[in-house]
């Protein structure tokens, strides 16, 4: 644009010089004499340079307009290239943000998992170590029961673990069968004698359902997806064995446990799936009872029914015990009798 502006200018002074030489070379140097002779001059340079300066002007006005048209479209461009470029920055900053969103994920579950499997590693030492010596509130559990005796079985090469769990059940088992034959105690729930081993024999187990219970909780927590968390509590029920499983029954119904979160949370990950449990169909004036296997151990329907939900259509909702076929077997009975005992009132009201 300057080269431009600087060649127009050399052009008009070389017509303007040249306008000066000629006129000189025709007419001389001096003054003009009268007012007609001085109108001439200025019409002769007027007529000579005026439209060739207007001219040169046109010239530059429309190598300007030329210019500025080339900077708008390069502007244009310029614009392209930044919107492309902010366009791909947006991808960029969008695929960033997605790619740490991931990463995040990624992070919780593998936190969620190392606490997970860290907790699984207690709950075996746990386990390893539970021991169960009844001799220390033998006395104290017979009075408030009030039996003769009750025996846990033999101690003979015992070692913690499974075996001291196989003890307590069955310390429990013989001293409810021992209220039950006495008759000043009558007919009683074995869960009220749990609750008396529970008052003495917690501080021997009572940390390990505390892990399990964190166990859960956190599965719940920390989980959204319900597949999910079937699949790690799947992983955790795969390590429990049936006596750990009846005691876990037997401590979920425990009202100085708490006030049923914990059982809550078994119902919602069906832990009791695999409990070794026989539905006994009672016959005539017999009722219904359940009958657990290693050890052997006799469950009320009233008891097994605090770990399943009904409708109003006799339908289970949510059962602790997911697929049992033995409790499954319960509920289809126990749903047929209603529908019965339903119609034999309507014909009776009729």
């Known amino acids: 644009m300057k080269r431009m502006i600087l060649l127009i200018f050399c052009l008009a002074v070389v017509i303007g010089i040249t306008a000066i030489l000629f006129y000189v070379d025709n007419f001389g140097f001096g003054y003009a004499q009268t007012i007609g002779d001085w109108g001439a001059v200025g019409d002769f340079f007027g007529g000579v340079l005026n439209p060739t300066f207007a001219l040169l002007s046109l010239i530059l006005i429309a190598y300007t307009l030329m210019q500025n048209k080339k900077a708008l479209e390069q502007s244009e461009k310029a614009l392209q290239v930044s919107n492309q470029e902010l366009a791909l920055t947006r991808n960029e900053l969008a695929n960033s943000a997605t790619a740490l969103e991931e990463q995040a994920k990624l992070l919780a579950v593998q936190s969620f998992e190392t606490t997970f499997f860290n907790m699984l590693e207690l709950h075996s030492r746990l386990l390893d170590n539970f021991s169960y010596d009844y001799s220390g509130s033998y006395v104290r559990i017979k009075e408030e029961l009030n039996i003769d005796h009750y025996s846990a079985g033999s101690s003979k090469d015992a070692k913690p673990g499974i075996f001291y769990i196989n003890r307590l059940l069955t310390s429990i088992s013989d001293a409810h069968k021992n209220v039950k034959s006495s008759q000043s105690n009558g007919e009683k729930s074995i869960i009220n004698t749990f609750n008396v081993f529970y008052r003495y024999e917690n501080k021997e187990f009572g940390i390990y359902f505390r892990n ?17 968390q079937k699949k790690y509590s799947n992983i955790l029920r795969a390590q429990l064995s049936n006596q750990e499983l ?105």
């Open 212 to 228: 399990l219970y964190q166990v859960l909780k956190l599965i719940k927590d920390s989980v959204q997806n319900v597949q999910e």
């Open 246 to 350: 009846l005691l876990l029954f037997l401590n979920c119904l425990c009202p100085k446990v708490d006030k049923g979160q914990f059982r809550e949370l078994v119902i919602h990950f069906e832990l009791l799936e695999h409990l070794d449990i026989t539905y006994v169909r009672g016959k005539d004036e017999l009722r219904s009872i359940f009958r657990v296997n290693n050890p052997t151990f006799f469950l009320e329907t009233i008891e097994v029914d605090e770990y399943i939900s009904f409708n109003c259509n006799g339908e289970v909702n949510k059962s602790a015990f997911g697929r049992n076929n033995q409790i499954s077997s319960y509920c289809e009975n126990e749903k047929a009798t209603n529908c019965k005992e339903e119609d034999i009132n309507l014909e009776r009201n009729n």
